[in-house]
T-cell receptor, first 114, second 112 residues
Framework: AQKVTQAQTEISVVEKEDVTLDCVYETRDTTYYLFWYKQPPSGELVFLIRRNSFDEQNEISGRYSWNFQKSTSSFNFTITASQVVDSAVYFCALNNNAGNMLTFGGGTRLMVKP | KAGVTQTPRYLIKTRGQQVTLSCSPISGHRSVSWYQQTPGQGLQFLFEYFSETQRNKGNFPGRFSGRQFSNSRSEMNVSTLELGDSALYLC???????????FGPGTRLTVL
């Protein structure tokens, strides 16, 4: 069975602070894919990144960066210089390559205050 | 390209009724997946359709069913509604050969 844990249910920061959202996963598969999605108040899940289990390179996209470590089964997400528009619920998800079936973590609600 | 669209956006039903939700995937996407989001259970996978065939199914009772049409549009049906079926139902589509799913805005179902 697969499992994704996002231990931080809610984080509050002041604008321009850096913030890291944690994600720990469990799977017995050797091939799998990890995702991060953002859910603003409108409700739609917005795709942010996909990483496969064989690619442990960290990735940076603007103010966003992701740190994938297989040794600790973690796929953490950092927002640098946070902005009010970053306020949303962020979900980490896992796909074990058996079709398009995502297992989601419980989500982390990020509140960025001006 | 237009994104994933879902209709209706909001729905209010009473216990015992049935409901049908519709999803139109991004043009060219052949896989459609459905998810249920509730405050208590979070985001849970319902089922996935590809080329009109159900490819995967989550752990939901038989009251939840779906289908996909030849144009890749999908519908999900919930029969004999229960209060606990109140949720945001999200549809996602992906291209053949990829697993990145793009989500629609969801249908918020309230069961009274």
């Amino acid at each position: 069975a697969q499992k994704v844990t996002q231990a931080q249910t809610e984080i509050s920061v002041v604008e321009k602070e850096d913030v890291t959202l944690d994600c720990v996963y469990e799977t017995r598969d050797t091939t799998y894919y990890l995702f991060w999605y953002k859910q603003p108040p409108s409700g739609e899940l917005v795709f942010l990144i996909r990483r496969n289990s064989f690619d442990e390179q960290n990735e940076i996209s603007g103010r966003y960066s992701w740190n994938f470590q297989k040794s600790t089964s973690s796929f953490n997400f950092t927002i640098t210089a946070s902005q009010v528009v970053d306020s949303a619920v962020y979900f980490c998800a896992l796909n074990n390559n058996a079709g398009n079936m995502l297992t989601f973590g419980g989500g982390t609600r990020l509140m960025v205050k001006p | 390209k237009a994104g994933v669209t879902q209709t209706p956006r909001y729905l209010i039903k009473t216990r015992g009724q049935q409901v049908t939700l519709s999803c139109s995937p991004i043009s060219g996407h052949r896989s459609v997946s459905w998810y249920q989001q509730t405050p208590g259970q979070g985001l849970q996978f319902l089922f996935e359709y590809f080329s009109e065939t159900q490819r995967n199914k989550g752990n939901f009772p038989g009251r939840f069913s779906g289908r996909q049409f030849s144009n890749s549009r999908s519908e999900m049906n919930v029969s004999t509604l229960e209060l606990g079926d109140s949720a945001l139902y999200l549809c996602a589509s992906s291209e053949f050969g990829t697993d990145t799913q793009y989500f629609g805005p969801g249908t918020r179902l309230t069961v009274l």
